[in-house]
C-alpha cells in the first residue's frame, strides 16, 4: 500500500501529523526515546481508526535519535464492512531505518511481517479499554511461545532455531470476554516444523480469579501493545504490551504472554507437547494442569497455591510408552498471603487416568484433566504410592512454580515405571539448610499430615524416612522403624560433608543423640548416657489434610501456626524428654544401636562402659550388677537382657551332590526333535533332487554338438 | 552376426519338456517350503507386507498411515486383490499362495536366458544354475515382492535384448518398445528401489557397451542405431521413476534420502572418517551352525561367483586385447554382468558402513546371480564341443552334483533349523498363548523369544493393530514383565546360547504343556 503525495503534503505540514500530541509519545532506556509517528493512509485519524473506523494508516516507532532510525512500521486498517480491525508490523530492515517517511511508506508495506493481529472487536482502544479479543499470528524468530528461549552466548537453541525468517511459528488465540481490558484466556499454538521432538506444542492459560493486574500502556498509549522493556513473562500484577520491541537492534524479541500463568493470583494452565485440538476430547501431556490459587483471598499477583502437574497418559512416548497414566503433582503452599515463597509441599506419585472431560478455551477445547476447580480435591481424595513432603521451617523458598526439593522422581522415573528392582540410591539424600523433608513409596494411601506428640512437628502419614538439615553440619534422620503410619525414630547426625557435596563421598560421620518412640516407651542416646520414659500418649496430635480451598486453608494455618509454637529444638533430643517425665530407667556410661521393632515388641544392643551407672525403676530393666559389655534388650512385654558375645565365622568346603546335573545335553539332537522334519516335506526333497538330476541328464544329453 | 540356435521342431519339442521340468521342480521346491513348516513359520517382511495389505484394505487408499511400504504397492495390492478375488484370507495369501506363485520366474529367467545366450539349452542350463543359487531361492519363497520384481526385471531384460534383433519391422519394434515400458512400469510399483538399482545397471552397461565397442572398433551402424535406442528407453525409465516417485507415489521419495545417506557413508568409509559401522558378514557365525555349515550350504553362490568371475576376466581380457569374438548380445551380457558386479562390489562396501540394515549385498546377490548364470551356461555351450558330454561324468556324476547343490540351496532358502540357528517356524502351543496373553494381558507387553521368529507369525496371521498386547522381542524391554517361553524358546536359548531372562522363582502364569507365559515376580512395589 502507497501514500499518495498529497498525504503525504499534508503530514509534512499539519503540526498534529506526526511526532505531536497526542501520537507522540517517548520512552526513555539509555538515553534513547522511542517516537511514534502516524501516517493516514487513506486519510482516516488515528483517534478514528484506532476506534473501529473504516481506513487505514501506519504507525512508525522511531527513535528520536538524528537522524531519526526507524524501527517498526505497523499498518493498521479496517476494510470496509469488516468486523475485525488488523495490524500488521513490520520490522523495518536495517538498510530501509533512515529512510524519509515517503521513502519508507513505498518501501517497507508490502514487506513479510513479523506479527500480525486480528482485532475481533473491531478496534483497538475504547473508552481507555484495550481490545483482547485477538488472534495473532507470530512469525519467525520471535520467542512468542514457552520453551522458545535462545541464548546465543550459551549457545542454548530452542526449536525456534529451525524456523526461518518468514516461517509462521506460533498462532494465539487471546479473549476478553467481558470487555475490561484484561485478557481472560488465551492459547498458544506452535505450528508444527520437525516431528519426534518433545518440545511444548501448546500452551494455554485462563484467568481464574478477579485481577489484581494494573496494565502498562507501553510507549504508545494510543496503540498500546509495544513495549520496549519486558520478556515472555509477565511480572507480578503487570500487563505490559506484548510485543517487545529491542530498541538496540531494533528487533522484536517476545510476543509476551497476555495470560499470565505465574504472574497473578490464580490461573489454569497447560503445556502440552501434543496439540491441543478443538473439537475433541484430547488427551494431556506433560504440564497437564498447572493451576495456581489464591486461598488467601487477598493476593497480590502471587498465588499461595500451586499445582504444578506433569501427566502421561498410557503409551505416550515421551514417558517410555508406559503401559499406564503417570502423573506427579506438586503441591506448594504458603500459610500467607502469596508472595513466591513457599512453606510446605507434599508431592505425589502415582498412575491415576485423568477421566474427566473438561471445557477450556470458552469451550473450543476439551481435556482429559481435572478442572481447576476440582483439581486439589482431586489430588488430595486420591491414594498415591510415592509421595514426599517437605517443611522449609521459616527459611521459605522463591519460585514461581512450588518447591522443587525432594520430588518422588528422584527415586527414579525408571523404578516408578516399575523397569528396575531398585530406587536411586541417593534419593532423598540432601536438603537445603533449615528444610524437613520425609518421603513415602511403599503404600499407596491418601496425602495427609499429623503433628507428632514427640518433636512436636508436622510429619506425613506414612512416611518411611525423612531428614531435617540443621545446618553446620547437623542432620537429623528421621525413620519410621514399625512401619506404621509415624515417625519413631529420630537420629542426630554430625558430619564434616560439605553441604550439597555428593552423600557417596566419604566424610566423617558420626552420631550425636538418638530418640525412639518403641511401644510405650520413650528410648534415648546420647552423650554418654541411656534413658527411658514411659510414653502413654496417642501417635498423634492432631492430623490434618494440605489446603484444598480457602476454608481449609485457613483451618491449616490456624492449626500449624498453633502447634509450631511449641515444637522441639531438633539439635537437642534430650530436651524432648521433658515431655515425658516418668522414669524407667536412667544409665550413665551406656549406649544403644542397631534398634529393630519386631512383631511382638523391640529389641536393640546395649553397651555399658566399664564403671556404668544405672537406675531402673522397679527394676523394670535389670540391669545391676550386670559386668560391662555388649547386650541384647528384647522387649516383648518386660524386658529381658542376653549378654552378646563376638561372632566367629567358619568355612566349611564339602562338594554339593546336587552338582551331578548332567549337563551334556545333546542341544543339536535336541535341535532335530525340535525341528520335527515331516516325512512328506523329506520325500519332496527327494523329488527335487531327482527332478533337478532328470533336467541336467536332459540338458547334457541332448546338448547339440 | 547372430547364430541362431533355436529353431527346428526337435528343438523346439525339448526346449518345452526342459520348461516344463522346470516349472515341475520350482514347484517341488515350493511345495517342500510349504510342506516343511506346514504354514506355521514367520519372517518379518512377509509379516510386514501381511500388515500392509491389511492397511490398504482397511483405509481404503494406497497410502495408508500405518503399515506404508514405501518402495512400492505392486505386491500388497497384488496380495489384496488376490485374497478378496479368492476369498482366501491375506494370512493364507502370504503363507501358502505367495510360495506357489515363485515357479513363474521360470518363463521370464528362461525367455531372456535364450535371448542372451542365442541358446534353448544354455538357457535351460543358465535357469538351472539360477535355481541352485539359494540367494535367488530365498527371496522366491516368502510373501514378499521379489518373485515379482525378479520377474519383471527378467522380462524388462528379455525385451530389451529381443528388441536388438528387430531390424525393421516397426510395427514389431513399437509392441516390444510399448510392453518394456509397460513391464518396467510394473516394476517401478513393485519397488522402485530395484528398479532404479536396474536402470543403474543398463546405464553402466550402455556405458561399458559404447566403451567397448569403441575399443575394438567393431560397431555396426545398427549396433549403433542399438545401443542409441537402450539409452533413449534408459531415459524413459528415469521419467518413469520420475513421475511414480514425484506425482503417483510420493512416500518413495525416501529412496532419494537412502541414496544419499548411502552417498554419504560410503565416502565416509572410504575416506576412513569413521570406523567401520559393522560387520555384516560377522552373522555368519551366529546364523548358522558352524562356518563349514554355512560354506557348505552357499556352495551352489560361491562356485557361481567364482565360475563367472573367471569368465569374465577372460572376456574382459579378450576385450582388453580388441579379441572379442561375440555381436551386441554377448557384449551386452558382459556389460550387465560388469555393472552387477560393481553394484555387488559397492553393496558390500555399504554393507560395512551400515546402510540398508547391511543386507544390501544379500538384495544385489539375486540379480547378480540373474546375470552369472547365462554367462556361465554360455560359455560351457560355446566350448561343448571341447567337452565330451557323452561321458558318465557328464551323463551321471554332473547331474548328481548339481542334484545335491540344489538340495543345499533348498535347506539354506529355506532356513533349515538344523542347520540355521535362524528359526522361523512355531508351534500351536506359542500360538495359542499369544492368544490368551492377548485375552488376558491387555495393554501390556509380551516378550516372545530372542528374536522376532513368533511375532512374525503372529503379525502375518492377524492385523497387529487390533492386538491387545504389545510384542516384545530381543532384548527384553525393561518394561515388559510377561514372557513366553515355549519347548522351542529352550532349545533355541541352547542353541543360541542365551539365557532365558525369567528367575526359577517368577510366576508361571498361563501354561499348555508346550508354552508357558512367566510373569516377573514383582520386587519394587511400582511393579505388579
New interface residues.
Given amino acids: 500500500m502507497k501514500c499518495n503525495l498529497n498525504q503525504l503534503l499534508i503530514l509534512l505540514v499539519i503540526p498534529g501529523f506526526i511526532l505531536s500530541t497526542p501520537q507522540k509519545s517517548t520512552v526513555n532506556q539509555s538515553e534513547i526515546k522511542i517516537k511514534v509517528g502516524f501516517i493516514p493512509l487513506s486519510g482516516i485519524s488515528l483517534e478514528s481508526l484506532i476506534d473501529g473506523g473504516y481506513g487505514e494508516g501506519m504507525l512508525v516507532y522511531s527513535t528520536n535519535t538524528f537522524p531519526s532510525v526507524h524501527m517498526l512500521a505497523i499498518k493498521l486498517t479496517k476494510e470496509l464492512g469488516s468486523n475485525s480491525a488488523m495490524a500488521i508490523i513490520i520490522q523495518i530492515p536495517i538498510d530501509a531505518r533512515n529512510f524519509d517517511l515517503p521513502e519508507l511508506v513505498d518501501n517497507v508495506l508490502d514487506l513479510p511481517p513479523t506479527i500480525v493481529i486480528e482485532s475481533l472487536d473491531g478496534w483497538w482502544l475504547r473508552d481507555s479499554v484495550p481490545s483482547y479479543n485477538l488472534d495473532i499470528q507470530v512469525w519467525g524468530p520471535v520467542y512468542a511461545m514457552w520453551g522458545a528461549s535462545q541464548d546465543p552466548n550459551s549457545g542454548t537453541q530452542s526449536w525456534l532455531s529451525e524456523y526461518g525468517p518468514n516461517d509462521l511459528t506460533v498462532q494465539i488465540m487471546v479473549r476478553d470476554e467481558n470487555h475490561d481490558g484484561i485478557p481472560d484466556w488465551e492459547l498458544r499454538s506452535k505450528i508444527p516444523k520437525i516431528l519426534g521432538r518433545a518440545d511444548i506444542s501448546s500452551n494455554y492459560a485462563e484467568r481464574k480469579c478477579e485481577p489484581a493486574v494494573a496494565i502498562d500502556p507501553g510507549i504508545f498509549p494510543l496503540w498500546p501493545y509495544v513495549s520496549i522493556e519486558g520478556g515472555y513473562v509477565q511480572l507480578q500484577g503487570r500487563l505490559r504490551p506484548p510485543v517487545v520491541l529491542d530498541i538496540d537492534s531494533g528487533e522484536i524479541t517476545h510476543f509476551s504472554e497476555l495470560v499470565s500463568v505465574r504472574g497473578q493470583n490464580c490461573t489454569y494452565a497447560f503445556y502440552t507437547i501434543d496439540p491441543l485440538t478443538p473439537n475433541q476430547l484430547n488427551n494431556t501431556n506433560f504440564e497437564a494442569p498447572f493451576a495456581l490459587y489464591d486461598l488467601s483471598g487477598n493476593g497480590t499477583g502471587y498465588p499461595n497455591l500451586i499445582l504444578r502437574t506433569e501427566h502421561y497418559p498410557?503409551g505416550d512416548r515421551w514417558f517410555?510408552?508406559?503401559?499406564?497414566d503417570f502423573e506427579t503433582v506438586r503441591y506448594s503452599w504458603r500459610n500467607e498471603v502469596g508472595d513466591g515463597h513457599w512453606d510446605y509441599k507434599i508431592e505425589v506419585a502415582g498412575f491415576h487416568p485423568y477421566q474427566s472431560q473438561t471445557p477450556i478455551a470458552a469451550d473450543q477445547i476439551l481435556v482429559d484433566s481435572p478442572s481447576y476447580e476440582q483439581f486439589p480435591r482431586w489430588v488430595l481424595d486420591h491414594a498415591w504410592?510415592?509421595v514426599t513432603f517437605v517443611n522449609t521451617n521459616g527459611s521459605p523458598a522463591r519460585s514461581s512454580e512450588g518447591i522443587y526439593t525432594w520430588s518422588p522422581r528422584e527415586l527414579g522415573d525408571?523404578?516408578?515405571?516399575?523397569?528396575?528392582?531398585?530406587?536411586n540410591p541417593n534419593a532423598f539424600s540432601l536438603i537445603p539448610e533449615g528444610w524437613q523433608g520425609e518421603y513415602r513409596?511403599?503404600?499407596?494411601i491418601p496425602p495427609q499430615l499429623y503433628g507428632s506428640p514427640i518433636d512436636k512437628r508436622l510429619h506425613l502419614v506414612g512416611a518411611e524416612a525423612g531428614l531435617i538439615n540443621l545446618g553446620n553440619g547437623y542432620l537429623l534422620h528421621e525413620e519410621n522403624l514399625d512401619n506404621d503410619l509415624f515417625i519413631d525414630s529420630w537420629t542426630l547426625e554430625e558430619n564434616d560433608c560439605a553441604i550439597n557435596d555428593d552423600p557417596s563421598t566419604s566424610c566423617h560421620r558420626e552420631i550425636e543423640e538418638s530418640l525412639y518412640a518403641l511401644d510405650q516407651f520413650i528410648v534415648y542416646s546420647g552423650d554418654g548416657e541411656v534413658e527411658i520414659r514411659s510414653f502413654d500418649s496417642p501417635p498423634t496430635v492432631f492430623e490434618i489434610t494440605p489446603p484444598a480451598d480457602p476454608r481449609s486453608w485457613d483451618h491449616f494455618v490456624e492449626s500449624a501456626t498453633a502447634f509450631s509454637v511449641n515444637q522441639n529444638d531438633p539439635g537437642d533430643l534430650h530436651s524432648w524428654l521433658d515431655d515425658f517425665p516418668i522414669e524407667i530407667a536412667t544409665i550413665s556410661g551406656a549406649s544403644i544401636s542397631d534398634v529393630v521393632v519386631s512383631r511382638d515388641g523391640f529389641q536393640f544392643s546395649l553397651i555399658l562402659q566399664p564403671g556404668y551407672e544405672s537406675f531402673s525403676e522397679n527394676e523394670l530393666l535389670p540391669i545391676t550388677a550386670l559386668p560391662a559389655g555388649r547386650y541384647l534388650v528384647h522387649y516383648d512385654g518386660e524386658f529381658q537382657l542376653t549378654h552378646l558375645s563376638p561372632a566367629s565365622a567358619g568355612l566349611d568346603l564339602r562338594a554339593n551332590p546336587h552338582e551331578d546335573i548332567d549337563l551334556n545335553?545333546d542341544?543339536?539332537l535336541?535341535?532335530?526333535?525340535?525341528?520335527q522334519?515331516?516325512q512328506?516335506?523329506g520325500v519332496?526333497?527327494l523329488?527335487?533332487?531327482?527332478?533337478?538330476?532328470?533336467?541336467?541328464?536332459?540338458?547334457?544329453?541332448?546338448?547339440?554338438? | 552376426m547372430i547364430k541362431n540356435f533355436y529353431t527346428g521342431n526337435n528343438q523346439v519339442s525339448i526346449s518345452g519338456k526342459q520348461i516344463a521340468v522346470l516349472i515341475g521342480v520350482m514347484l517341488l521346491i515350493s511345495i517342500y517350503a510349504i510342506a516343511r513348516y506346514q504354514g506355521m513359520w514367520g519372517e518379518t517382511d512377509t509379516s510386514s507386507f501381511a500388515q500392509s495389505m491389511r492397511a490398504i484394505s482397511a483405509e481404503g487408499t494406497l497410502t495408508p498411515r500405518n503399515s506404508l511400504y514405501s518402495n512400492g504397492y505392486g505386491y500388497p495390492v497384488l496380495g489384496q486383490w488376490i485374497s478378496q478375488l479368492s476369498g482366501l484370507s491375506i494370512s493364507k495369501v502370504q503363507l501358502f499362495i505367495a510360495i506357489l506363485m515363485a515357479p513363474w520366474i521360470i518363463m521370464p529367467a528362461w525367455l531372456f536366458f535364450r535371448e542372451i545366450t542365442v541358446s534353448p539349452f544354455a538357457a535351460t542350463l543358465a535357469t538351472m544354475i539360477l535355481l541352485i543359487q539359494p540367494e535367488f531361492l530365498f527371496p522366491m519363497l516368502r510373501g514378499t515382492h521379489e518373485k515379482f520384481t525378479r520377474g519383471l526385471m527378467l522380462i524388462c531384460l528379455y525385451l530389451l535384448v529381443r528388441s536388438l534383433r528387430i531390424k525393421s519391422n516397426l510395427h514389431r519394434l513399437l509392441s516390444f518398445t510399448l510392453t518394456f515400458y509397460i513391464c518396467a512400469a510394473g516394476l517401478i510399483t513393485y519397488n522402485v528401489f530395484l528398479a532404479t538399482s536396474l536402470i543403474g545397471a543398463l546405464a553402466f552397461a550402455l556405458i561399458f557397451c559404447w566403451l567397448g565397442s569403441w575399443w575394438i572398433g567393431s560397431r555396426s551402424p545398427i549396433e549403433t542405431y542399438h545401443l542409441n535406442s537402450i539409452g533413449y528407453k534408459i531415459l524413459g525409465l528415469c521419467v518413469i521413476v520420475f513421475i511414480f516417485m514425484f506425482y503417483v507415489y510420493p512416500p518413495t521419495q525416501d529412496n532419494i534420502r537412502i541414496f544419499s545417506s548411502m552417498a554419504d557413508r560410503l565416502w565416509t568409509l572410504i575416506l576412513g572418517l569413521e570406523p567401520i559401522a559393522s560387520n555384516p558378514y560377522n552373522v555368519i557365525d551366529r546364523g548358522w551352525l558352524n562356518t563349514p555349515i554355512y560354506i557348505l550350504l552357499t556352495l551352489p553362490n560361491w562356485l557361481l561367483l567364482v565360475c563367472s568371475m573367471a569368465i569374465w576376466l577372460m572376456k574382459t581380457w579378450g576385450i582388453i586385447r580388441r579379441k572379442f569374438s561375440g555381436g551386441l548380445a554377448d557384449f551386452l551380457l558382459w556389460a550387465l554382468f560388469t555393472a552387477f558386479a560393481v553394484q555387488g562390489l559397492l553393496s558390500i562396501g555399504l554393507d560395512f558402513s551400515g546402510t540398508l540394515a547391511a543386507n544390501l549385498q544379500h538384495r544385489v546377490f539375486p540379480s547378480f546371480a540373474m546375470l552369472a548364470a547365462p554367462l556361465v551356461a554360455k560359455w560351457f555351450m560355446d566350448r561343448r564341443i571341447s567337452f565330451n558330454t557323452s561321458s558318465k561324468f557328464y551323463r551321471f556324476g554332473l547331474p548328481l552334483g548339481i542334484s545335491l547343490l540344489a538340495m543345499l540351496a533348498v535347506l539354506k532358502a529355506t532356513s533349515e533349523p538344523l542347520l540355521s540357528n535362524k528359526w522361523t517356524y512355531y508351534s500351536t502351543g506359542e500360538a495359542q498363548a499369544v492368544q490368551w496373553a492377548d485375552q488376558t494381558l491387555s495393554g501390556r507387553k509380551l516378550w516372545t523369544g530372542f528374536d522376532e521368529r513368533v511375532n512374525a507369525a503372529v503379525i502375518i496371521r492377524q492385523d497387529a493393530r487390533l492386538l491387545n498386547i504389545q510384542l516384545d522381542q530381543y532384548d527384553r524391554e525393561p518394561e515388559t514383565r510377561n514372557l513366553l517361553v515355549s519347548s522351542i524358546t529352550r532349545l533355541r536359548s541352547l542353541r543360541l546360547k542365551e539365557a532365558i531372562p525369567v528367575k526359577p522363582d517368577d510366576f508361571i502364569t498361563y501354561d499348555n504343556g508346550s508354552t508357558q507365559i512367566y510373569h516377573l515376580r514383582p520386587r519394587s512395589p511400582f511393579q505388579w
Fill in positions: 498410557a517410555n510408552q508406559s503401559t499406564r504410592p510415592a525408571d523404578y516408578l515405571r516399575g523397569e528396575v528392582d531398585k530406587p513409596f511403599t503404600r499407596d545335553l542341544n543339536h535336541l535341535s532335530i526333535k525340535a525341528a522334519f515331516p512328506t516335506s519332496i526333497l523329488l527335487v533332487l531327482l527332478s533337478i538330476f532328470c533336467l541336467a541328464r536332459m540338458i547334457f544329453k541332448n546338448i547339440p554338438q
